[in-house]
């Protein structure tokens, strides 16, 4: 039974895609009729066809669900392989290796595994890497914990440094009070007495009070000039020990935002760096009218480079791409790594021609460059497309026709250049929630 509607349901399956093939071919029929073609070939049909969303699906689909004999491996070397490319993209450098060499023991495993098999390492690693990241909060959220106690210590010594003020402060007035008592007895029994020993005799005890009172005031003052050195000596201590983990702190915290906005691999800016200053052009562009410009590029034949090289050479190609994009460009150009094999760059007080001519530039420049593995040579050129920001743009959309004309650039035969004014003219004006698959 289950044999039968495994059957049942893949002739469904089959149906509804020859259903659907074949309403667009009727669709296409009547395009062509209504632009009074004459003689209608397979080409035309083909051509009309690439375009069409739902035939894109059913292939992309159909190419992800092929069997290897063995339905709990469709398409798992895929998955896997397209999980590290990600991990790759969000991991530090120093897990880079461990990445290629767990691809390419996918890439060349000709043995058959469940998927437990082909997607273990990759979340092996990714729990790796979170272990990573909980072992650095942790160690901050020590830094912090141990400056707010460096604080709360110095609140405590400055409480007890105030308290000792006031301290001070009526002991100096009880040492008033008393010279002032002393004093006044001194000037009673005076008055009352005529006998000239008499007087001399209180004249002597109550200086030698006074003296005494002095002698302790001077005692009580230094033990307590003496407890506040120290305690001076020991904020000191204490607030040169916060300055340096602050330091430290900040130093720590620097990083790891540095970390949040770069790209492992390549040592230039990442996805979220360009989303930041995509926001930060276009505010620029919306308030004073600044002409700036987006270049979106992508390496040509990147996958053959990975299959004939490897892809600790696809790494390196991507490496060599970013340094030959930081020589050749200016040094207020923003460069990123959009993902994969794609680079972005932003290019302030650039119009569209200008931003052409630098991509033109950049194009042969990257021809000319040697890059080779081993002594063999492995080709590196790029396919560039290049808008111009308006005012009514937001991040998604000048990047769309970036986008649309890196894929009439590819199109056109790779290695070359095209703006989104290319694309107008060409007729491939595309709404934006069209996809752009570009096949390497």
């Given at each position: 039974m289950?044999?039968?509607?495994?059957?049942?349901?893949?002739?469904?399956?089959?149906?509804?895609?020859?259903?659907?093939?074949?309403?667009?071919?009727?669709?296409?029929?009547?395009?062509?009729?209504?632009e009074n073609r004459q003689q209608i070939s397979s080409k035309h049909i083909s051509d009309k066809m690439k375009w069409?969303?739902?035939?894109?699906n059913l292939l992309t689909n159909n190419e992800m669900t092929k069997a290897d004999n063995d339905p709990d491996t469709v398409g798992l070397k895929e998955i896997s392989d397209a999980l590290l490319d990600k991990l790759k993209e969000l991991l530090p450098p120093s897990m880079t290796d461990k990445l290629n060499e767990l691809k390419d023991e996918i890439h060349n495993d000709t043995n058959n595994h469940g998927s437990r098999d082909w997607l273990d390492s990759p979340i092996n690693i990714i729990k790796k890497h979170i272990t990573s990241l909980s072992h650095r909060n942790k160690e901050l959220e020590e830094f912090m914990v141990a400056a707010l106690q460096h604080l709360s210590d110095t609140e405590s010594h400055l409480a007890s440094e105030l308290s000792c003020h006031q301290d001070k402060f009526r002991d100096?007035?009880?040492?008033?009070?008393?010279?002032?008592?002393?004093?006044?007895?001194?000037s009673e029994d005076i008055t009352v007495t005529s006998n000239v020993s008499l007087i001399k005799s209180i004249l002597v005890t109550k200086?030698?009070?006074?003296?005494?009172?002095?002698?302790?005031?001077?005692?009580?003052?230094?033990?307590?000039?003496?407890?506040?050195?120290?305690?001076?000596?020991?904020?000191?201590?204490?607030?040169?020990?916060?300055?340096?983990?602050?330091?430290?702190?900040?130093?720590?915290s620097q990083e790891i935002e540095v970390e949040s906005i770069t790209d492992a691999l390549t040592g230039i800016y990442n996805r979220k760096g360009y989303d930041d200053k995509m926001s930060e052009t276009l505010a620029h562009v919306k308030r004073y009218g600044i002409k700036s410009?987006?270049?979106?590029?992508?390496?040509?034949?990147?996958?053959?480079?990975?299959?004939?090289?490897?892809?600790?050479?696809?790494?390196?190609?991507?490496?060599?791409?970013?340094?030959?994009?930081?020589?050749?460009?200016?040094?207020?150009?923003?460069?990123?790594?959009?993902?994969?094999?794609?680079?972005?760059?932003?290019?302030?007080?650039t119009d569209i021609e200008g931003a052409a001519k630098a991509g033109l530039g950049l194009r042969e420049y990257i021809d000319n460059a040697v890059f080779s593995y081993k002594g063999k040579e492995v080709p590196l050129t790029i396919s560039i497309g290049v808008s111009e920001f308006t005012k009514d743009d937001d991040n998604s959309s000048v990047f769309e026709r970036a986008d649309h004309a890196l894929y009439l650039a590819k199109k056109s035969g790779r290695n070359t250049v095209k703006t989104e004014n290319d694309v107008i003219n060409n007729g491939l004006v595309l709404n934006n929630a069209d996809s752009i698959p570009v096949s390497d």
């Amino acid at each position: 039974m289950k044999d039968e509607f495994n059957l049942t349901e893949s002739e469904q399956d089959f149906e509804e895609k020859v259903s659907v093939i074949a309403d667009e071919v009727l669709s296409i029929l009547k395009e062509l009729h209504q632009e009074n073609r004459q003689q209608i070939s397979s080409k035309h049909i083909s051509d009309k066809m690439k375009w069409k969303a739902s035939v894109k699906n059913l292939l992309t689909n159909n190419e992800m669900t092929k069997a290897d004999n063995d339905p709990d491996t469709v398409g798992l070397k895929e998955i896997s392989d397209a999980l590290l490319d990600k991990l790759k993209e969000l991991l530090p450098p120093s897990m880079t290796d461990k990445l290629n060499e767990l691809k390419d023991e996918i890439h060349n495993d000709t043995n058959n595994h469940g998927s437990r098999d082909w997607l273990d390492s990759p979340i092996n690693i990714i729990k790796k890497h979170i272990t990573s990241l909980s072992h650095r909060n942790k160690e901050l959220e020590e830094f912090m914990v141990a400056a707010l106690q460096h604080l709360s210590d110095t609140e405590s010594h400055l409480a007890s440094e105030l308290s000792c003020h006031q301290d001070k402060f009526r002991d100096d007035r009880n040492f008033e009070d008393q010279i002032a008592k002393n004093m006044n007895i001194m000037s009673e029994d005076i008055t009352v007495t005529s006998n000239v020993s008499l007087i001399k005799s209180i004249l002597v005890t109550k200086i030698e009070n006074i003296n005494t009172h002095i002698t302790d005031k001077r005692d009580q003052d230094m033990s307590k000039l003496k407890d506040t050195e120290k305690t001076l000596e020991d904020m000191s201590a204490r607030l040169t020990e916060i300055k340096e983990e602050a330091d430290e702190l900040r130093k720590r915290s620097q990083e790891i935002e540095v970390e949040s906005i770069t790209d492992a691999l390549t040592g230039i800016y990442n996805r979220k760096g360009y989303d930041d200053k995509m926001s930060e052009t276009l505010a620029h562009v919306k308030r004073y009218g600044i002409k700036s410009s987006l270049i979106v590029c992508d390496i040509d034949f990147f996958k053959k480079i990975n299959d004939n090289f490897g892809h600790k050479v696809g790494d390196l190609a991507l490496i060599k791409l970013a340094t030959l994009l930081k020589d050749r460009l200016r040094t207020n150009d923003f460069i990123a790594r959009f993902g994969g094999e794609e680079f972005v760059v932003i290019l302030p007080h650039t119009d569209i021609e200008g931003a052409a001519k630098a991509g033109l530039g950049l194009r042969e420049y990257i021809d000319n460059a040697v890059f080779s593995y081993k002594g063999k040579e492995v080709p590196l050129t790029i396919s560039i497309g290049v808008s111009e920001f308006t005012k009514d743009d937001d991040n998604s959309s000048v990047f769309e026709r970036a986008d649309h004309a890196l894929y009439l650039a590819k199109k056109s035969g790779r290695n070359t250049v095209k703006t989104e004014n290319d694309v107008i003219n060409n007729g491939l004006v595309l709404n934006n929630a069209d996809s752009i698959p570009v096949s390497d």
